[in-house]
């Protein structure tokens, strides 16, 4: 276990990224655009946006903005443009758009104590104001939280679950196990609902 706060952080931004990304393993461009709730949430929508905020928060806010523009983010850009990827915006483009926030945002943290000041220009006056430790903290949140929609939108196409290759960090469980226990859940829900 390393004592290096910033490290420690970095990792868990790192296994946030390689989460999200898993979840486009193995699908098909409909399914990896696939809008599967009334809000339009898809996987490679949720990659966009993750890719884009990183380049706001460890670029913007701390004066290293990134080399290319997002148009998706211009003051005319429709609403939500950030969370789908339009027909000409290729899987290949939208990963390759998220390692490059990557090596940008890594360089970021690499460059700087947990302690340097930078300012989001999109939050309140109040709290503009952070620190690089209240932003990597703030990432691997914004991160973790999208790769647990991916995890409920991967499920959802495919049935495929868990926290990564290898280790999908389940119940042990068939598929017969699972039908049952979703069983058992849905009659203790309706039995609760009764009262």
């Given at each position: 276990m390393t004592q290096e706060p910033k490290v420690d952080l970095h990792r868990y931004l790192q296994a946030a990224r390689d989460a999200l990304l898993w979840k486009l393993d193995g699908l098909s461009e409909y399914d990896v655009r696939r809008p599967l709730t009334p809000?339009?949430?898809?996987?490679?929508?949720?990659?966009k946006h993750v890719a884009s905020v990183e380049f706001g928060y460890f670029g913007d806010t701390f004066g290293r903005p990134p080399s290319e523009s997002l148009p998706w983010f211009e003051d005319d850009a429709e609403a939500n443009a950030d969370m789908w990827a339009t027909p000409d915006e290729s899987r290949e483009r939208i990963i390759a758009l998220y390692h490059r926030a990557w090596t940008h945002s890594d360089a970021t943290i690499d460059s700087l104590p947990l302690d340097a000041v930078g300012h989001v220009p999109w939050w309140p006056?109040?709290?503009r104001q952070v620190t690089l430790h209240t932003v990597l903290v703030h990432m691997i949140a914004e991160t973790h939280r999208h790769a647990g929609h991916a995890d409920i939108i991967r499920e959802l196409i495919d049935g495929v679950v868990g926290l990564r290759a290898g280790n999908d960090n389940m119940a042990p469980g068939d598929a017969v196990w699972w039908e049952s226990y979703r069983s058992?859940?849905?009659?203790?829900?309706?039995?609760?609902?009764?009262?």
């Open positions: 809000t339009g949430t898809n996987l490679l929508g949720l990659v006056e109040e709290r058992r859940l849905e009659r203790a829900a309706r039995e609760a609902g009764q009262e």
